[in-house]
């Protein structure tokens, strides 16, 4: 199975962008990308997910790369809520019930 | 109230001692899988079920057991309940065909 790479931890200041990056050098082609993050004391929550083309909604950006072998997860205006850890995960079309969760990057944003 | 719910959200029992962790999902989703978290493991695959009375192996099984009579009920039991079984417990749910997880808020599990 196609493994992601993620920091264990970043480090930003309320109100200013975060770039969270993952390398999955291994993903196939029907591999799609997605991104969890999980609060304190919470379960996962889903963040956002693409396939090839970047992808935005109300929570964050996804920027892939052409290669697909990286990709960035972007939250545009980090808040004191956004403290999380956020993991990149990729799931196989037709195999998706294997979602691999590894130790993600955890998020700590300064007020 | 809709979504996933887990029960007990906090148990301790001790060693030897049978355990069954409840979900309940109102959406009607195809797929329901159980997680564990340890530190330093992330979260890991216990055991996932596609459909009611269709149940599978994730990546640690071994000391668990599942059962899905109903679509909305997934419970996980832990026939006799080991110190290594200490972990915090997430259910999920979604439809068929991918797309996003929705996770429980979690049972904290201590096996004395």
């Known amino acids: 199975d196609a493994k992601t790479t993620q920091p264990n931890s970043m480090e930003s200041n309320e109100e200013e962008p975060v770039h969270l990056p993952c390398n999955h050098s291994?993903?196939?082609?029907?591999?799609?990308i997605h991104w969890y993050r999980q609060l304190p004391s919470q379960g996962p929550e889903y963040v956002i997910h693409?396939?090839?083309s970047n992808v935005n909604n109300r929570m964050a950006s996804l920027a892939i790369a052409e290669d697909r072998k990286s990709s960035t997860l972007i939250l545009h205006r980090a808040t004191l809520r956004d403290a999380a850890v956020y993991y990149c995960?990729?799931?196989?079309?037709?195999?998706?019930?294997?979602?691999?969760f590894g130790a993600g990057t955890t998020v700590t944003v300064r007020a | 109230d809709a979504g996933i719910t887990q029960s007990p959200r906090y148990k301790i029992t001790e060693t030897g001692r049978q355990v069954t962790l409840m979900c309940h999902q109102t959406w009607s989703h195809s797929y329901m899988f159980w997680y564990r978290q340890d530190l330093g493991h992330g979260l890991r695959l216990i055991y996932y079920s596609a459909a009611a009375d269709i149940t599978d192996k994730g990546e640690v099984p071994d000391g668990y057991v599942v059962s899905r009579s109903k679509t909305e009920n997934f419970p996980l039991t832990l026939e006799s309940a080991t110190r290594s079984q200490t972990s915090v417990y997430f259910c999920a749910s979604r439809v068929a065909g991918g797309g996003e997880l929705f996770f429980g808020e979690g049972s904290r599990l201590t096996v004395l």
């Open positions: 693409g396939l090839t």
């Open positions: 291994t993903i196939s082609g029907t591999d799609y």
């Open positions: 995960i990729l799931r196989t079309e037709g195999n998706d019930y294997k979602l691999s």
